[in-house]
């Protein structure tokens, strides 16, 4: 009979296979019949698939949903408060609250939108409590004053220096405008998916986007901010 060699794992034992093809002893593949197609791999399930799995109590679909959503979620988060110990714990609080609402879940928005929107209100529960908005570094003028002028035609930045020019430029934003652009650009949401997010309508979110979008070309260039 003619074969197709599929790889199976070399630590797997060598054993006896039926029509479907064998394992040589030693060999760490098996070999299947050329007739045979291998089973084809299953489509990853979606995040509100999961969400209603781990509703019913099945612990890993929880962490699949968070190893999808942890790094961004962290970013976005860190990019709005820009202290890491704080970040941390409203990280934490994010996703305690998601597994307290995990028995009333219900698709009824995107479970990135609807966990955003945590994060949002979260943040807003934040700034509420200490009655205002963060402060630009101390060192922000020094810090400007540093960055080269982006116009300069002799001189190339690195990627480095394009993503530090661009927080210095992000921080320099007011945090309704931060925001937008963080959820569009960083975490591809759409634009009613934002206002979902940040409870304003699409008009003032695409307003916000476009005003911040032309602040950073400004500062940036349109070479580093298409």
Same mark, same amino acid.
């Given at each position: 009979?003619?074969?197709?060699?599929?790889?199976?794992? !070399?630590?797997?034992?060598?054993?006896?296979?039926?029509? %479907?093809?064998?394992?040589?002893?030693?060999?760490?593949?098996?070999?299947?019949?050329?007739?045979?197609?291998?089973?084809?791999? !299953?489509?990853?399930?979606?995040?509100?698939?999961?969400?209603?799995?781990?509703?019913?109590?099945?612990?890993?679909?929880?962490?699949?949903? +968070?190893?999808?959503?942890?790094?961004?979620?962290?970013?976005?988060?860190?990019?709005?408060?820009?202290?890491? %110990?704080?970040?941390?714990?409203?990280?934490?609080?994010?996703?305690?609250?998601?597994?307290?609402?995990? !028995?009333?879940?219900?698709?009824?928005?995107?479970?990135?939108?609807?966990? +955003?929107?945590?994060?949002?209100?979260?943040?807003?529960?934040?700034?509420?409590?200490?009655?205002?908005?963060?402060?630009?570094?101390?060192?922000?003028?020094?810090?400007?004053?540093?960055?080269?002028?982006?116009?300069?035609?002799?001189?190339?930045?690195?990627?480095?220096?394009?993503?530090?020019?661009?927080?210095?430029?992000?921080?320099?934003?007011?945090?309704?405008?931060?925001?937008?652009?963080?959820?569009?650009?960083?975490?591809?949401?759409?634009?009613?998916?934002?206002?979902?997010?940040?409870?304003?309508?699409?008009?003032?979110?695409?307003?916000?986007?476009?005003?911040?979008?032309?602040?950073?070309?400004?500062?940036?260039?349109?070479?580093?901010?298409?």
């Amino acid at each position: 009979m003619s074969t197709a060699i599929a790889a199976r794992p !070399a630590a797997a034992p060598p054993r006896r296979r039926g029509r %479907a093809g064998f394992t040589p002893s030693g060999a760490g593949l098996t070999l299947l019949p050329v007739n045979e197609a291998a089973p084809a791999t !299953a489509p990853e399930p979606a995040d509100e698939a999961l969400m209603l799995a781990y509703a019913r109590g099945d612990v890993a679909a929880f962490e699949q949903l +968070y190893a999808r959503h942890r790094l961004r979620l962290y970013r976005y988060l860190l990019g709005q408060l820009r202290d890491g %110990a704080l970040a941390d714990e409203l990280f934490q609080d994010v996703w305690q609250k998601v597994i307290a609402a995990r !028995a009333g879940w219900r698709p009824e928005a995107a479970f990135a939108t609807w966990l +955003y929107r945590i994060a949002h209100n979260r943040l807003a529960d934040h700034w509420r409590a200490l009655r205002h908005r963060p402060a630009a570094p101390e060192d922000a003028g020094e810090r400007t004053a540093r960055v080269p002028d982006p116009d300069t035609p002799e001189r190339r930045l690195s990627e480095f220096e394009q993503r530090r020019q661009l927080q210095l430029a992000l921080d320099a934003l007011p945090p309704e405008q931060r925001e937008v652009v963080m959820l569009r650009l960083e975490q591809e949401l759409s634009l009613e998916e934002i206002g979902e997010v940040t409870g304003v309508g699409r008009e003032t979110v695409k307003s916000r986007l476009r005003y911040a979008m032309d602040k950073l070309r400004a500062r940036l260039g349109p070479e580093v901010v298409p």
